[in-house]
Each structure stands twice: as C-alpha cells, then as structure tokens.
C-alpha cells in the first residue's frame, strides 16, 4: 500500500532531550516535506526537500533539522525541544510531476 | 499568509450538494487552487485542483471564476464522513509549498 509513516505517533518528552521523528515513504516521492499544526495557526511548513541531500528551510524552520540521506527518509530531529515545540507534526511527499501531496498520519509531541 | 480566504464554518444536510467557497483575489496567472482536506487531526488529503477551467473527479467539483479571483468547491451529495475543515490554497507548481490557512469547518448533519 502506497503511504507516508511517521513514527512515533505519540510523543511525550522534556525539555532539551533530543528527539528524532521518522518519515518514510514507499512511493518514490522526490518531494518531501514537513509541516506543524497548531490551533488557530493552520499548517505551516518547517522544512523541506527536493530530493536526496538537498533541503531548504520552510516557514518555521527555527529549533528542527532534518535530513535527507536516502530518497524515502525524511526524519525531523529536535535538538533541544521547548515547550513551544509541543504541537501535531505532519510529514508529506509528492513526486515532481503530480500536484497530489501525500500526508502520513501525523505525530503528537508534547515537551514539558 | 495565506493568500485565500474562507468562512470559518458551513452545515450541509446529509445528501444535498456542500458548495464551498474561497476568494483568491491576488492570484496570479500562474498560481493554481488547489483544495485539501483535513478529518479531525489525520494528515490532510488531497481533493482536487485547477488552473483556469472547471475540473471534476471522483470526489468533487472544483468551479472558477472566469477573473479567476475565486472558486467554489462541490461536493455533490455530501456525507457524515465528509465532515472535515476544508483549505482552499493558491500554488505557482508542484515545486511550491502549500500555505495552508484555517480552512472551513464543514458539518454535515443527518
């Protein structure tokens, strides 16, 4: 079946503990992307990806870093999550030629 | 910013036709709708999208003003499990990120 994962799905942790969330595709996608959602606020993108090894800052790019070693993996790694971090993350994917983004089913973080 | 604006909310009946509208009065010539879709904090999902004619698939109906300054979404015979906040987003390509605004929040009721 063609999707997008993301693990965790839940997540509780503290401030300042690193933590990685993990974003897998099995449709080829070149494109991938990440994005929070928080209330009143929509879904705003953090980063994102063209292809392997290349990534651009998104609108909130603040406090996260990714990478994009192999074309199906897209992790999104806080270095030092703060409370403001707390939040719904999305991972999505699409090929270049196709306007359909393709979401995972989302990870809630929470730091304390 | 998001460059389109919708109402907050909508109610539908249960069988009848949901037309969802959204201005994008600064849309260039360019820039395509596109109309996504979000069920209660899953992963938002693709519906439909257009450039300047009427597009129609398996899900919706997408119509555009010939100004191309707004556009409405159809949904024909809408469903409980079409209840959903609905975003309506402007996009020069595939290469272009979506902004996604606050959307409508579509009830459909029995």
């Known amino acids: 079946e063609a999707q997008v994962t993301q693990n965790p799905r839940y997540l509780i942790t503290v401030t300042g503990k690193k933590l990685t969330v993990t974003c897998s595709q099995n449709?080829?996608?070149?494109?991938m992307s990440w994005y929070r959602q928080d209330p009143g606020l929509g879904l705003r993108q953090i980063y994102y990806?063209?292809?392997?090894?290349?990534?651009d800052k998104g609108d909130v790019p603040e406090g996260y870093k990714v990478s994009r070693k192999e074309k199906r993996n897209f992790p999104l790694i806080l270095e030092s999550p703060s409370p403001n971090q707390t939040s719904l993350y999305f991972c999505?994917?699409?090929?270049?030629?196709?306007?359909?983004?393709?979401f995972g089913p989302g990870t809630r973080l929470t730091v304390l | 910013d998001a460059k389109t604006t919708q109402p907050p909310s909508m109610d539908c009946a249960e069988g009848r036709a949901a037309n969802l509208p959204c201005n994008h009065s600064?849309?260039?010539?360019?820039?395509?709708v596109y109309w996504y879709r979000q069920i209660h904090s899953q992963g938002p999902q693709y519906i439909i999208h257009?450039?300047?004619n009427n597009e129609t698939n398996e899900m919706a109906s997408l119509i555009i003003t010939e100004d191309r300054k707004s556009s409405t979404l159809i949904l024909p015979h809408a469903t409980l499990r079409d209840t959903a906040v609905y975003y309506c987003?402007?996009?020069?390509?595939?290469?272009?990120?979506?902004?996604f605004g606050t959307g409508t929040r579509l009830q459909v009721f029995p």
């Open positions: 990806s063209m292809n392997v090894e290349v990534t």
């Open positions: 449709m080829n996608h070149e494109y």
């Open positions: 600064t849309i260039s010539g360019n820039e395509y």
């Open positions: 987003i402007v996009r020069v390509d595939e290469a272009d990120k979506l902004i």
């Open positions: 999505a994917s699409n090929p270049i030629w196709s306007a359909e983004q393709f």
């Open positions: 257009g450039l300047k």
